[in-house]
Structure formats: structure tokens, C-alpha cells
């Protein structure tokens, strides 16, 4: 029996972006789409060209190899031809594949939101499908307020993904942008839609205000839909999207769906899930949610001891999936099996090969868990891990000791009698024996620490030149001003290559030191 594909997009960069208290850097929207794209989804939505000035810079240029890179904008204006409105201009001139318009399909968000009438708004997503088409791109219409327009007007709803399927869209997506139709009115509009425009050519965009955007996605799926929009970890405006964490293991487990459909996320992509869903939360510096379906901490672990007495017998007397299929572990009590499985797959992606039965991967294991417990996080850190692995292994190099450090903070007034604050950093370096010393000034102690390190390695001097520290997040673990601290850098250099390090101490000076120490040691290895 042939699979029926089911088409995967990621709208972390774009919808995920409104979600309270969330900014993404340039930084972070390139990593992101690099965890997207190794994950396997079809589609990356990047944001907004033209809207603001990270969005700008994001699309200059491709940023995924895999998945199709799509931006994300507004139909033309009404009383403007699509030639001269510069939105258009934006999202046509971008390094993206792909344009995804969203357009009102409720009536009554157009009189009122746009001020428009209902034909000017068909004629204004008709242009602007072709306008796209026309400019190398391919087109894809987000329909917005669907169903509440749907119910409001059948027959404008309708007129909208008539429109868009004329005018030669791939993907008409019917979006429930309020979060409160249910799973049943789903499966029954989809149905409805079914009569006018090919499922093949139908998505549905849930938000998940009533906690049902999984289940709302999986009915539109099973009713007849061919893609499915969603965003990492449920990020989005009000109460999020739909949980592509969450849909995905289901699409690619559950025998309702697997026996019938495949997705771009293979077995092996799928044993990397848990580290994506956790990366992603270092990246937004939060604690990631322990009781998140198939990839939270406690998603496979149980205290109560009949249920630890069956699943030592039997795990899939407590477990609906295997913990290794999505990467995580089972949790019932202190095993050195727990985690193993993890561990083999991480140190195979730096090319490091062990056998589960090799006494040194038990170490490594009980060097990861003690060092968790007091703070670090490798899922967001590979760079420190693969080092850690290697120190284990007896193979990481020595190619420099900071033998001391100091740094200082002094606010004063300088010439013109500003109130001014100057970091300064004195760095004592070991290489083979020789001692350098080096003093820099910095815009912060972290910066004048960097730049004290990197301005004489000795010998190895010209094979940091091209390192750059990009970006730098803290985390603190436990309250109070002398709490543990978390330091996380992601690093740079012109291989295009990036890489996060860790450090972990109660003063922040050490701990970002620490995981400053690491990228420089990385950098190096990678240069040997």
C-alpha cells in the first residue's frame, strides 16, 4: 500500500515570534532553522522581510538546505497595483523558496480590519498569488479566521480558497486563528472544503486555545488535509500553536497514522526530537517542560512502585512508545541502563563509536547525570559534550591552561566628565610551558575577559582569528543573588559552523569563563 505524504511547516520564526515575552535575535533565528531543518520538517516560515530589521537580515540570504525557506507577508494593498507595493517587492526580492500570504476569509474581519469590501479582498489575494508565482516563488495563502468565517459566511470562506486555488496557490491553509473551533466542527468544515479544492492542496493552522490545536490538526489530517502548521514546543501568541513536538511522534508512531501517511522525519530524525524540543529552550534561556508529551523529563518516568514493578517486566505496560524513539529515557530509579541509548546516539553525531557494553560509556553517563544535577544542560551545549566525551576518552588535547585570570569593573568619570563604566581583564596563559599575558578592555568583564584570551594563544594565535562569540545567555537555576548560574555562548567562524559550550558556577564571571574556555578549546580541535 502506498503512503499518502503529509507536508510538515514550521512557523516557530514567524507565529511563534508573538509569543509573549519572546525576541529572537538574528542569532537565534539562524540556529533555530538549523534545528528545524536537520529535524526534517518540509517547511521553515522565517518571518517577515521588509517588517523589521532581524527579518530583514534573516532572509538575505538562505538559511536552511533541506526544508523550503518561506516568508511570510500580507496580500497587496487595496488601490495599489501588486508592482508597487513595496511588501510585495519584499517578499518577491527575498533568498526565499517560497511566499506564504495571509489573507482575511471573514467577511467581517474585512469590513471592519481592512475596510474593504469582500471583492477587493479576492481580487488583492488573486494578484498577489500570481504576483509571487510570477517572481520564481511559490505561493501559498494562509486563511485567516476560516472558520469562524466559515460559520459566519459559508459561502465568502469558501470564495477565498476558490480564489487562491484559481490563481494558482500550492497550499491553501485553513486557519482557525482564534483557537476555538472544536476537533468534530473541524473534520466537518474540512469535509465541506473537500468539495471545491483537493486535499493535496489543503492545510490547517490550529491555535490552541481551548488546549485542543494537536487534536484539532489531527482531525483536519484525518479528514482530508495534506499539511499541517505548527511551531516547536506550542510557541504563539495567546496560548500557542499547534505542538509539531507533540504531532509529530504521533504522525510518525501511531499505527492510525503511520500505516497510512510518512512525513519527511525519518526514524532516525525522530531519535533527535527530545534534544531538539530541549535545545530550543536554551535557546530561549527557559526551563523546558517536564511534563511535555514524549519529550519531557517526566514523560517515561514513574515513583510509584507497582508501576516500577511492571515496568522493569514489561515497559509497555506504562509506556504507549519506546522513550529511545523520540530520544529520550525511561526514569524509575538510579539505572546506568537509563540514558545509554541517548548517549550513543549524541557521541555518533561527533563520530565517536562505543558499544553499549563498554565500561567507559558508564562513566561518561555518571559524569553527564552528576554534572546535571548541579546545573549544566548538554542538549543545548554539544560542544561541551563532545569534550567532556573526550577528556573521558583520554583523547582531548591540552593546547592551552590559563593559569590565572582577573577581572575589574571601575565606574568613574572620564575627560569630558561623563559617568562612565570601564571592564578591564588580565589574562595569564600556559602554552607548552611558555607563559603570556595579556590585558584587554572591554564593553562588559565577559568581552575584556574574550578579548584579554584571544590576543596572544602563542602558537596558536592565527588559528582562532576567525572565532567570534555571537551570542551569550544566562540562567539562574536557583534563586536569590548567590544562586547557581548558567552561562551559554554560541560561537562562530568562517566555516559557517556554530557551537554552543556551557559553564556552570554560583559567580558568572566563572561560569562564563568556563564555557569561554570550551569554544576556544572546540575551535581549536576542529582546526588540529
Request: charged share 25%; aromatic share 8%.
Amino acid at each position: 500500500m502506498t503512503k499518502e505524504r503529509l507536508y510538515l511547516f514550521d512557523t516557530t520564526l514567524r507565529d511563534g515570534a508573538q509569543t509573549t515575552g519572546i525576541e529572537f535575535s538574528l542569532e537565534d533565528k539562524i540556529a533555530i532553522a538549523r534545528l528545524l531543518d536537520g529535524l526534517g520538517v518540509d517547511y521553515v516560515e522565517g518571518g517577515y522581510p521588509g517588517a523589521n530589521v532581524v527579518d530583514t537580515a534573516f532572509f538575505a540570504k538562505k538559511r536552511t538546505e533541506a526544508a523550503q525557506f518561506v516568508a511570510f507577508g500580507m496580500t497587496k494593498r487595496a488601490g495599489r497595483s501588486v508592482e508597487n507595493d513595496p511588501g510585495i517587492a519584499d517578499l518577491i526580492n527575498s533568498s526565499a523558496d517560497a511566499v506564504c500570504y495571509v489573507s482575511k476569509a471573514w467577511d467581517h474581519q474585512v469590513k471592519l480590519a481592512l475596510g474593504i469590501s469582500t471583492k477587493e479582498n479576492l481580487k488583492s489575494l488573486a494578484d498577489s498569488v500570481r504576483a509571487a508565482i510570477d517572481g520564481g516563488k511559490a505561493a501559498f495563502v494562509d486563511c485567516e479566521h476560516f472558520f469562524d468565517g466559515y460559520k459566519a459566511n459559508r459561502a465568502y470562506a469558501l470564495d477565498c480558497v476558490k480564489t487562491a486555488l484559481e490563481a494558482g496557490a500550492r497550499w491553501i491553509v485553513l486557519c482557525d486563528t482564534n483557537g476555538g473551533t472544536m476537533p468534530s466542527e473541524v473534520e466537518e468544515i474540512v469535509a465541506d472544503v473537500l468539495t471545491i479544492a483537493p486535499g493535496d492542496r489543503l492545510g490547517i493552522h490550529a491555535h490552541d486555545d481551548t488546549g485542543q490545536a494537536v487534536a484539532n490538526s489531527l482531525a483536519a489530517v484525518m479528514a482530508g488535509v495534506r499539511q499541517i502548521q505548527g511551531t516547536l514546543n506550542g510557541l504563539g501568541e495567546r496560548c500557542g500553536n499547534a505542538n509539531l513536538v507533540t504531532l509529530i511522534p504521533t504522525l510518525v508512531l501511531k499505527p492510525v497514522f503511520s500505516e497510512r501517511f510518512e512525513t519527511g522525519v525519518t526514524a532516525e530524525k525522530l531519535e533527535t526530537l527530545t534534544h531538539v524540543s530541549r535545545a530550543f529552550d536554551e535557546i530561549l534561556n527557559r526551563g523546558p517542560n517536564r511534563q511535555a508529551p514524549y519529550v519531557g523529563a517526566s514523560a517515561f518516568a514513574t515513583k510509584a512502585g507497582i508501576h516500577a514493578s511492571a515496568i522493569a517486566k514489561d515497559p509497555s505496560t506504562y509506556e504507549h512508545v519506546t522513550p529511545e524513539s523520540v530520544g529520550n529515557e525511561r526514569l524509575i530509579m538510579v539505572s546506568q541502563q537509563a540514558g545509554k541509548s541517548n548517549l550513543l546516539t549524541t557521541l555518533r553525531r561527533f563520530g565517536i563509536e562505543m558499544a553499549k557494553d563498554d565500561p567507559r560509556l558508564d562513566k561518561l553517563l555518571r559524569q553527564v547525570k552528576e554534572r546535571e544535577a548541579r546545573g549544566y544542560s548538554y542538549d543545548g551545549a554539544e560542544a561541551s559534550f563532545f569534550m567532556l566525551a573526550h577528556k573521558m576518552l583520554g583523547t582531548l588535547p591540552k593546547f592551552f591552561d590559563v593559569t590565572s585570570y582577573r577581572t575589574a569593573i571601575e565606574r568613574r568619570h572620564n575627560a569630558r566628565g561623563e559617568m562612565v563604566t570601564v571592564c578591564e581583564a588580565v589574562c595569564k596563559i600556559d602554552v607548552d610551558g611558555e607563559i603570556f599575558m595579556s590585558v584587554a578592555e572591554g564593553n562588559g568583564p565577559i568581552n575584556a575577559l574574550d578579548l584579554a584570551m584571544r590576543k596572544d594563544l602563542g602558537k596558536y594565535s592565527n588559528r582562532i582569528d576567525d572565532l567570534e562569540l555571537v551570542d551569550f545567555k544566562v540562567r539562574i537555576l536557583d534563586g536569590g543573588t548567590g544562586a547557581v548560574t548558567r552561562v551559554l555562548i554560541e560561537s562562530r567562524d568562517d566555516t559557517g559552523e556554530r557551537w554552543f559550550t556551557v559553564g556552570v558556577s554560583p559567580n558568572i564571571i566563572d561560569a562564563s569563563f568556563e564555557a569561554l574556555y570550551e569554544s576556544f578549546t572546540y575551535k581549536l580541535m576542529k582546526t588540529a
